[in-house]
């Protein structure tokens, strides 16, 4: 029975172990300072006075109907592209038209595109 200790604490210790050796090693591709990856932003007016910058896979999303919300999945040089959530059906909204939210009111100004943010 002594053995059956020295059998148990091997294959804990193998299990606990196995996956950091099999594991593959991650690699990434990472951007350098130089390769200017260039961003796309949209620029919405919230409630006619400020502005907001949004970027791909941000969400609108209405305060009185939390299950009525629009993901933004793409941003071209005249329109964003969004998907409602919930039904999957994809909007095209362009510059000075209103996101289709009811209870809020955010217009989609225009889009800019940047590889470096600053304020």
Avoid: W
């Avoid at 350098?32 to 260039?38: L, R, S, W």
């Avoid at 949004?54 to 933004?72: A, L, V």
């Amino acid at each position: 029975m002594y053995f059956l200790r020295y059998i148990f604490i091997i294959l804990m210790v193998s299990f606990i172990f196995n996956p950091l050796v099999l594991a593959q090693p991650r690699t990434s591709t990472l951007s350098k300072p130089g390769d200017n990856i260039k961003v796309r932003y949209a620029i919405a007016r919230v409630d006619g006075r400020e502005k907001k910058l949004y970027t791909r896979g941000d969400i609108f999303y209405s305060p009185t109907d939390i299950t009525r919300c629009f993901r933004i999945e793409d941003i071209k040089r005249d329109a964003l592209i969004l998907k409602e959530v919930a039904s999957g059906k994809m909007f095209i909204v362009t510059p000075g038209e209103r996101i289709p939210l009811e209870s809020l009111e955010i217009i989609f100004e225009k889009t800019v595109e940047s590889d470096m943010l600053g304020h």
